[in-house]
């Protein structure tokens, strides 16, 4: 008898997908109506009745399926999605209305806030004080004070130190000088100065009554950290500092070593600084311009020049907004990482890629991701974000959902890019037996995308 019932609903479920596949919307319709659990069941080969209809460009059944919630994330056993299989066919009408998104679509990211790592460069570590920025005889006395910190860069690469003795891949600290040490410097006409901020206070007190003297404010503030670029011989630099100094010549690399508090200190200098060095003339009438409000603005010395009418982006520092995605399979146990011939052998990554203008960030992560995969992309989902000081950007991590699965690079943007599975990645992450690739260190961005993705269905 259980036989019997099995064969007479296989029989109910073959005529529901023959249905489909012959466009018969009247059918498809009505065997919903009586039985609408049928919606998402398949063949022996893992096609649904969607798949069905999208290859044999059936749009109405299409329509039909989708708005009685049929999975358009389901994927056969060569796993392809409806959306590649009417893209393959050339029914772009469907493949246009299938990666169109709504809330079901939502159903592989995750529905609740994971607790997330801090993302390197990200620490706040002083106080920016933005209000003192432009009280110059506030910045005159903080520049004179012997407790200010002052950070030394020799084309915009931070004078570091470490033990004599330290072994490779050890932290390395930034070096602190002090106004008498730098005040020649002050002094020299191709040095930029830039307020960083004070040290935040970790107990705050009661002194900070409104009716306090000048001088008993100063009694009680923190210390200011500023921040100088030059262009004079780092041989002679190295010489301010007594420890065991250093300039890094790899960005990219090197200034990974720092404290995560140290690295909350060098984004916002190092990406002024780069600013500044970019900037020494008017972009709107090519005059030389001037530093202002403790270097986070530049204001052009012609008098006519209509920047100094309003206010204009060119006068304030930059940011470049970068989207950087995770692309998550549609069957939620895959992702999909790149690879550019720069990367180390082996290493691969999360896609990324500018943000263009009047463009948002679901519409630049999924642009991206077509230009240099081929992969359509459905819901985005907003993570995290990172400073990037290389020179200026702003890493804006999202996850994203693919559409379809078939992957097509573009040369020109990467080398390689594949899907792969969960397992892998874990095996990646935390350095199993024989990882089939290797991830960007823990202090990027990617990394920490990547092991959110493990945290939403884990306990890793």
């Not at 390197?120 to 570590?125: A, I, L, Q, V």
């Not at 920016?128 to 084309?155: C, H, I, M």
Request: charged letters at 25%; proline letters at 6%.
């Amino acid at each position: 008898m259980a036989g019997l019932q099995m064969s007479m609903k296989e029989e109910v479920v073959e005529r529901f997908l023959d249905a489909a596949a012959r466009g018969d919307l009247s059918q498809v319709s009505s065997v919903l109506l009586r039985s609408p659990s049928l919606i998402n069941q398949t063949r022996h080969n893992g096609w649904t009745a969607l798949m069905l209809a999208a290859r044999n460009g059936h749009y109405h059944v299409v329509e039909t399926l989708l708005a009685q919630g049929c999975d358009k994330f389901s994927v056969n056993k060569s796993s392809r999605t409806a959306y590649d299989i009417a893209k393959f066919w050339g029914h772009r009408h469907i493949s246009n209305l299938l990666a169109s998104t709504d809330d079901r679509c939502q159903r592989v990211l995750p529905t609740s806030d994971l607790s997330q790592q801090e993302n390197y460069f990200s620490r706040e570590t002083l106080d920016r004080l933005s209000e003192k920025r432009t009280d110059p005889g506030w910045l005159e006395a903080k520049q004179n004070s012997p407790d200010s910190v002052y950070l030394l860069f020799s084309n915009l690469s931070p004078m570091l130190s470490h033990q004599e003795d330290a072994s490779p891949g050890t932290e390395s600290r930034l070096c602190r000088l002090r106004y008498e040490e730098v005040k020649d410097l002050l002094q020299k006409p191709g040095t930029v100065l830039i307020f960083l901020g004070v040290e935040r206070r970790k107990n705050p007190g009661s002194s900070c009554s409104s009716s306090s003297s000048q001088t008993e404010e100063s009694i009680g503030e923190p210390p200011a950290w500023f921040a100088i670029n030059t262009d004079e011989d780092p041989a002679d630099l190295l010489k301010l500092c007594r420890e065991n100094s250093f300039f890094p010549q790899r960005p990219n690399r090197d200034l990974l070593q720092l404290s995560e508090e140290e690295a909350g200190v060098l984004a916002p200098a190092r990406a002024v600084l780069a600013w500044h060095s970019r900037y020494s003339f008017c972009p709107t009438c090519g005059s030389r311009t001037k530093l202002e409000e403790g270097g986070y603005k530049r204001s052009c010395l012609n008098g006519d020049c209509r920047s100094l009418q309003g206010i204009h982006n060119t006068c304030y520092p930059r940011v470049d907004p970068v989207v950087i995605m995770l692309v998550i399979h549609p069957d939620g146990n895959q992702c999909m990482l790149g690879r550019k011939k720069i990367f180390p052998v082996g290493m691969f990554s999360c896609l990324a890629g500018f943000i263009e203008p009047g463009e948002t960030i679901e519409d630049g992560v999924r642009r991206e991701v077509e230009e240099e995969s081929g992969v359509k992309v459905g819901p985005v989902q907003y993570v995290s974000c990172q400073p990037w000081p290389m020179p200026s950007n702003l890493m804006i991590g999202c996850l994203a959902v693919a559409v379809s699965t078939d992957i097509k690079v573009d040369e020109n943007e990467i080398e390689e890019a594949r899907w792969f599975t969960r397992q892998q990645v874990i095996d990646s992450l935390f350095k199993g037996a024989n990882p089939v690739f290797t991830l960007p260190p823990r202090q990027t961005i990617a990394h920490q995308l990547v092991k959110y993705w493990i945290g939403m269905t884990s306990n890793l």
